[in-house]
């Protein structure tokens, strides 16, 4: 009896092995890869009903925590919290990088053990000489970083430092301060977050314009139309603070010779620099150094000198332009403008004009003459106007 029991024991036992299934661990904590096989930091995994574009959860833990939908990856690709599946649904997956390209999309994931389209999400194999989770032989995962050189494209988000050389297209936003940049004809280019001192610049290019075509440094236009009616408006516009003593605008040429907007507002000419007309329009205010300033003056003068009291008695007045009103007057450079006046206001006896002429650049003269009778004649005011051939 005790061989007969020895023997079923035996059997038994044989049974129980023989119904163990043997299968390959699942991936415990999953990394997800680009289409070269690098990880895909920043990058995220959409999940969706199986065969449709409707989200669905995927969970960080065995008791239902829930994912977010998109689930972004870390930077060494790998999900930030476990992958957990609702075992009663069939997924899609699809993941993007970080600038929102589809890297790939995998239908029907589902928990089943094997076949039944089932997905692997184990490393790739290598593809061509770029092995699996490696660039240039250093492995980069969440912790470690990668040291250079990297040639090809960058897809995704880029944190931290770059120290050396970037050669080829940014397409994107770059958020720090850049040591030297080159771009398409701009040799160099530097920029400071800190106040700066003598000698150094907040922003300088360099460009050297070659060849027989027109071409510009720096240029400016419009896409479209601007319609913005607001006064401030510009399509190139510099402004400084309160206070400030430095010039928001200027232009100079070789020997530092141009013009300057100065802090005031003003327009000067800087070193030698002159400006050269013609000028159209009204200028208001003086001109210093006017070399032949042409164009139209107007303006209103005050009262006449008063005649003698015998008819035909003439009087003369000396205007200076700079007592022009509502606005002083910059006169001319010489004596070749033209002058007609009429005398305004209420007139005492019979005063007529006799005569104007140009005494110098800043003053003419004006004379009046009795018309008829015996009482002295004069006008209380005025009006000019000039203009220089």
Request: hydrophobic residues 35%; neutral net charge; proline residues 6%.
């Amino acid at each position: 009896m005790s061989r007969y029991w020895a023997a079923s024991f035996l059997l038994l036992t044989s049974l129980v092995h023989a119904q163990v299934t043997y299968v390959l661990s699942p991936v415990a904590h999953q990394q997800f890869f680009d289409s070269s096989g690098r990880p895909l930091g920043g990058g995220r995994l959409w999940t969706y009903l199986a065969g449709t574009t409707t989200p669905v959860s995927t969970f960080a833990d065995n008791i239902g925590t829930l994912n977010p939908n998109p689930l972004t990856l870390d930077s060494g690709g790998f999900t930030p919290n476990g992958l957990y599946l609702d075992a009663s649904k069939s997924y899609k997956f699809t993941v993007t990088n970080g600038l929102g390209s589809i890297m790939w999309t995998q239908d029907n994931v589902n928990t089943s053990g094997g076949g039944g389209g089932a997905l692997n999400l184990s490393s790739p194999p290598p593809i061509g000489d770029v092995a699996p989770n490696t660039i240039q032989g250093t492995v980069v995962t969440a912790t470690n970083r990668f040291s250079g050189p990297l040639t090809g494209n960058v897809t995704g988000n880029l944190n931290g430092s770059v120290t050396g050389n970037v050669t080829g297209n940014v397409t994107g936003n770059v958020t720090g301060s850049a040591g030297s940049v080159s771009i398409s004809g701009l040799t160099s280019a530097t920029s400071s977050p800190t106040a700066l001192t003598n000698g150094n610049y907040g922003q300088y290019w360099q460009w050297q314009l070659t060849g027989g075509s027109p071409e510009a440094g720096l240029g400016i236009t419009e896409s479209a139309a601007s319609t913005n009616t607001a006064t401030l408006s510009a399509l190139l516009s510099s402004t400084t603070l309160s206070g400030s003593t430095v010039p928001p605008f200027q232009a100079l040429a070789a020997g530092a010779n141009g013009l300057r907007v100065n802090s005031s507002g003003n327009i000067v000419a800087v070193g030698s620099g002159n400006f050269i007309g013609p000028l159209t329009g009204n200028v208001t205010g003086t001109a210093s150094n006017a070399s032949a300033l042409a164009g139209f003056q107007s303006g209103h003068f005050g009262p006449t000198c008063v005649t003698a009291s015998t008819t035909y008695a003439i009087c003369t007045t000396t205007y200076n332009f700079s007592s022009a009103t509502p606005t002083s007057l910059p006169g001319y450079a010489d004596t070749g403008y033209r002058i007609t006046c009429n005398l305004t206001g209420t007139l005492t006896s019979l005063p007529m004009m006799y005569g104007v002429g140009a005494v110098s650049g800043s003053q003419f003269n004006l004379s009046i003459i009795l018309a008829n009778g015996s009482t002295p004649a004069s006008a209380p005011g005025v009006d000019c106007m000039f203009y220089h051939p």
